[in-house]
């Protein structure tokens, strides 16, 4: 088997799919494992996307996660580590993006790293340190409002300052403008002032197209997704459609959709306008006692071989509420992530072969349902959202792709299905 180029260590599970997809347009071949594999990759990769789940979990357990994701990826032959975070910074004094890179530096025995959340692609761009997002501020995004890490302070050298122990400083975009050998030179000039990681300003793909270059060599490097469109030419890897190339589909086609967000709604009102067949599950009675998965599966079991099938718990905020304030919020949530997930199941029993799953929380659920461990990355839907494959616990092979809520455009169920013929 080729070695593995680039190492990679996701805070999260969207996040991972986000980079994988950089990565995969970008020309490499990328497998993205649920947690550290336990187990040998099932097809041939330039990179490993390690997605695990440290975010905000505390900053001493995203630390060990990620250390047990750097010794795999170190014993199977990566050559160089990828911190991926948000691309919206989004941590707390405590961290977690501060400890977990001074962790891997020093498990990597390197003195010096980058950091930086820039995807103009996303609308993500980094000015004189200061995050923006789309033509804000980071602190005036929202994001200032998160309820687990509220984002108040735009200046990301001040930021990961609060939450690292060595100095912070900057490659501000006078320098990224002149290329390689000026970023090269300017991080000379901080390692000598005793600094040890640098927030890089990043504007323009062109810009990450020139940082790449430069951070060829480096044991480290940490940023958001952004920053891997420009590393695969490091390793002589050239965009191609070969990186994207899939198992052939086989099976029945399905989608299973959790989401309630505005693009979801969208998607799925698209789909029943097609004339397709969709299915609405109500939580009200799953929640008395009624078998919901069993008669969903009833109903989708003689339309399956006519074409794809929606079932579906998306609904519009008001019943949402109403469902909500009869359940309590969390077990909402938790009974239907645990019905869709039975769905999934269940489906790809009857032979679903291609799963389209909306909804972050509930790929999570469905993923962990059908025992799913390894994803290798294929072509993209839509930004952000690419078909994977995936070899399942039976050893049956199943095309799926995961969406979270906001992406895809209205008729991305039917493109999706059309992507993968
Ligand atoms: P998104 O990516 O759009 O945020 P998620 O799957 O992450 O979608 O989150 C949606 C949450 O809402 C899940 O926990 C899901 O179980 C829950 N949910 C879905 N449909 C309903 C509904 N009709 N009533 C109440 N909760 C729902």
Known sequence: MAAMKLGCIADDFTGATDLANNLVRAGMRVTQSIGVPTCALHSEADAVVVALKSRTVPAAEAVDQSLAALRWLKANGAEQIYFKYCSTFDSTPQGNIGPVTEALMQALNTRFTIATPAFPDNKRTVFKG???????????????????????????????????????????HLVVARGELAIRGRIGVLQAQGFSIAIVDALTNEDLMRLGPALKG??????????????????????????????????WQAVVSGSCSLATSQQVQEFIRSGAP????????????????????DWARPLLPRGPVLVYSTADAGTVKSTQQQLGVEEA?????????????????????????????????????????????????????????????????????????????????????????
């Open 278 to 297: 969709a299915l609405a599950i109500d939580p009200l009675r799953v929640a008395s006692g009624f078998d919901v998965a069993a008669e969903a599966l």
């Open 130 to 172: 200061h995050l923006f997002i789309g033509e804000v501020l980071l602190s005036e995004s929202g994001m200032q409002n998160h309820p687990l890490t509220p984002m108040t302070d735009s200046n990301l050298v001040r930021v990961l300052q609060a939450q690292s122990r060595g100095k912070v400083g900057l490659i501000d």
């Open 218 to 251: 480096m044991a480290l490097v940490t940023a958001g997704s952004g920053v891997a469109i420009g590393l695969p030419p490091n390793f002589g890897i050239e965009p191609s459609s070969r990186a994207s190339h899939l198992p052939l589909p086989a099976g």
């Open 333 to 421: 949530g938790a009974l239907v992530e645990r019905t869709l997930a039975g769905i999934a199941q269940g489906l790809v029993k009857l032979g679903v072969r291609q799963l389209l799953v909306a909804g972050g929380e509930t790929a999570g659920a469905c993923v962990q349902a059908l025992g799913v461990a390894q994803m290798q990355i294929g072509p993209q839907i839509d930004p952000g959202v690419p078909w994977c494959y995936a070899v399942l616990p039976t050893g049956e092979g199943l095309h799926l792709a995961l969406k979270s809520g906001n992406f895809g455009a209205p008729n991305f169920f039917g493109k999706a299905f059309g992507l993968l013929q």
